[in-house]
C-alpha cells in the first residue's frame, strides 16, 4: 500500500530515541539491519540512535549484534550497516539535549547524506511513558527538518482508558499533523493480518456467505504458553485486556468485518474500521470471564509458577491474566453474530487465529454427524487459511468425515521469506502509508468500547477465576462460547502437512 515514493537523491535518517532500550535492541535495529540487508529501504539512509546511557556505536553493536541474524557470507554487508550507524547521547527532558542533537543530525545529513536532495527524519519513539510528553514536545520545537518529510512512530501503550488516551492524542495533535503520526500496533504487520483484505475483497466466492446469514460465530484468539517470566511488574500494570485484546484482537476483528473500502488507500480503509467500532457497544462484565494462572505441581520449571509467584507481582494481585469478552456489531451484515475475543497466558499452545464457524446444514441427512464449516486463518506460528469441511470418508463407507481445504505458507511458499511484522511496518512509514496503523478516532471508539469494563473491572478489584498454568484456560469461557452458540466439537484436530 505505497502512497509515496522514495527517491535517491533524497537522504533519509531513521532516529531511534530510546537507543539502549529492550525494544531497541531486540526489535527495532534487527529491522533496520533486515530492511538495509535485503535493500528495501533506500540505500542513503542514516540511523542514528539517542538514549541517556553512556554509549558509542561499537557499544551500541555489542548490545544488537547478538539479536541481528547475519549469515557468514553477509559480514562485509553488516560492517557496511554499521558504517551507517551513528550514536547520539542526550536527556530526554533538557532542550539543550535536543538542540545538540537537531545539530547532529544536521551534520550527519551534510557529511555522509547525498547532495542537493531533502533530508527526511524518521523519529521512532522507543520510549516508556513517563518520558513521552517531554520527548515529543522536544523533537516538534528543535529537531523537525525544514528540507524533507518529519515522521513519529508511537509505540504503545496509547494510554490506560478513554481520558488517558484522549489527553494523550490532544497532546501529539498540538504537536503534530495527523499524516506524521504513525501508532504502530505489530499485529497489522502480520502476513496473515494483512492478508484478510485480499482474501475477503478478491475472492468472490467469500463475498455471498460473508454475513449472518451463514456465520454462526467468530472467535479470534490469542494464546501464549508461557507466563510473565519475572515481567510481571510491568504486565501487572495493564494487564491482558489492555495488553492484547483492546489492540491486536480488536484490530483483526476490524478488518473481519468492516464493508469494502472504496480503495486500498490508507483513509478509505481507516474510514471503514472506524465504521465498525461506532457500530459496536461497550464491553460489559456479564459477557466477560476473566482468568490468572496459578502453579501446575506437575509441571516443570516456570510451569510450577503460578502469576502471584512471580516476585515482580503485587501481593494478593488481582489482574487477569486471561480474558474472553463477547461482543456484536450492529449492522445489517453482522447483527446477532457473536463475536469473542479470547486472550491469555500460560496456556497449552502458542497461537493466534481467527475461526469463522458458518452455520448448520439445513435438512441434514447425514443424521448429524455433518459437523459446522470453519474458515480457519492461523496468524502465528506456521501460517495457514484452511476451510474445515465435511468429505465422504475414503472406502467403502458412506460416512462423512472432517477434512480440510488447506493453504499453509510453508508447505506452499517454500522459498519465500516473509517479513517480520515490524519490517513491513517501517516500510510503510518510510512510504508514507497509514492504512496500517491506528488513527486517533479510531483508537477513541477502540477505548471508548473497553474502559467501562476496565474501569469496573480495577473499582471493584473483580477477582479472576483461577487455571492451571498449561490448561485451555478457565472452562467458563467455553461456557461463554458454547452459550452464545459456537460450537466445539473436539473431534478435529488440524495436522500441519509436512515436516516444516
Not at 466477560?288 to 515482580?312: H, M, R
Not at 447483527?335 to 497449552?348: M, S, T, W
Not at 458412506?398 to 511484522?421: G, M, N
Amino acid at each position: 500500500m505505497a502512497e509515496s515514493t522514495l527517491s535517491e537523491k533524497d537522504t533519509y535518517i531513521c532516529i531511534v530515541l530510546g537507543a539502549s532500550g529492550d525494544l531497541a535492541k531486540k526489535k527495532i535495529y534487527p529491522t533496520l539491519w533486515q530492511l538495509a540487508r535485503h535493500n528495501m529501504c533506500p540505500k542513503n539512509t542514516l540511523f542514528v540512535g539517542y538514549a541517556r546511557s553512556d554509549l558509542t556505536v561499537p557499544k551500541l553493536r555489542e548490545k544488537v549484534e547478538p539479536f541481528l541474524k547475519v549469515a557468514e557470507s553477509e559480514k562485509d554487508a553488516l560492517e557496511s550497516f554499521f558504517k551507517r550507524c551513528f550514536y547520539v547521547k542526550g536527556s530526554y527532558t533538557e532542550s539543550q539535549a535536543f538542540s545538540n542533537l537537531d545539530a547532529e543530525l544536521r551534520s550527519i545529513g551534510a557529511k555522509h547524506g547525498t547532495s542537493g536532495g531533502k533530508i527526511n527524519r524518521l523519529f521512532y519513539l522507543a520510549l516508556p511513558p513517563s518520558v513521552f510528553a517531554p520527548v515529543t514536545t522536544h523533537i516538534r520545537a528543535t529537531c523537525f527538518t525544514d528540507q524533507g518529510w518529519n515522521r513519529v512512530i508511537v509505540e504503545k501503550p496509547f494510554g490506560k482508558d478513554s481520558d488517558s488516551s484522549a489527553q494523550l492524542s490532544k497532546h501529539l495533535a498540538g504537536l503534530f499533523k495527523e499524516d506524521e503520526i504513525y501508532r504502530i500496533d505489530h499485529y497489522l504487520g502480520k502476513e496473515m493480518v494483512q492478508n484478510l483484505l485480499v482474501l475477503r475483497f478478491a475472492n468472490t466466492i467469500l463475498g455471498p456467505i460473508w454475513n449472518r446469514n451463514y456465520i454462526s460465530a467468530v472467535i479470534i484468539s490469542f494464546k501464549e504458553p508461557f507466563g510473565t517470566q519475572g515481567r510481571g511488574g510491568y504486565f501487572d500494570e495493564f494487564g491482558i485486556i489492555r495488553d492484547v485484546m483492546q489492540n491486536h484482537l480488536l484490530q483483526i476483528l476490524c478488518l473481519i468485518a468492516m464493508e469494502k473500502p472504496c480503495t486500498s488507500n490508507s483513509e478509505d480503509l481507516r474510514d471503514e474500521k472506524v465504521k465498525v467500532l461506532k457500530s459496536m457497544d461497550r464491553l460489559t462484565l456479564e459477557n466477560t470471564v476473566l482468568g490468572q494462572y496459578v502453579g501446575n505441581p506437575k509441571g516443570e520449571g516456570d510451569a510450577k509458577n503460578g502469576y502471584l509467584d512471580d516476585p515482580t507481582v503485587p501481593k494478593g494481585s488481582n489482574t487477569p491474566t486471561f480474558a474472553t469478552a463477547l461482543t456484536y456489531i450492529k449492522t445489517e451484515r453482522w447483527d446477532g453474530v457473536p463475536f469473542i475475543l479470547r486472550c491469555g497466558k500460560a496456556l497449552n499452545e502458542r497461537k493466534a487465529e481467527i475461526r469463522i464457524q458458518f452455520r448448520d446444514v439445513p435438512g441434514d441427512i447425514f443424521a448429524g454427524r455433518a459437523r459446522r464449516n470453519e474458515l480457519v486463518i492461523r496468524v502465528q506460528p506456521n501460517e495457514a487459511v484452511y476451510m474445515k469441511m465435511m468429505l465422504k470418508k475414503p472406502g467403502m463407507s458412506f460416512a462423512p468425515e472432517e477434512s480440510e481445504l488447506d493453504l499453509t505458507y510453508r508447505a506452499r511458499y517454500k522459498d519465500t521469506r516473509l517479513p517480520d511484522a515490524y519490517e513491513r511496518l517501517l516500510l510503510d512509514v518510510f512510504y508514507g502509508s497509514q492504512g496500517h496503523f491506528v488513527r486517533t478516532d479510531e483508537l477513541a471508539e477502540a477505548w471508548r468500547i473497553f474502559t467501562p469494563l476496565l474501569h469496573r473491572i480495577d473499582r471493584e478489584k473483580i477477582e479472576p477465576i483461577k487455571y492451571v498454568y498449561g490448561s485451555r484456560g478457565p472452562k467458563e469461557s467455553d461456557e461463554l462460547c458454547t452459550r452464545v452458540g459456537y460450537l466445539y466439537s473436539g473431534t478435529y484436530k488440524w495436522e500441519q502437512p509436512g515436516k516444516l
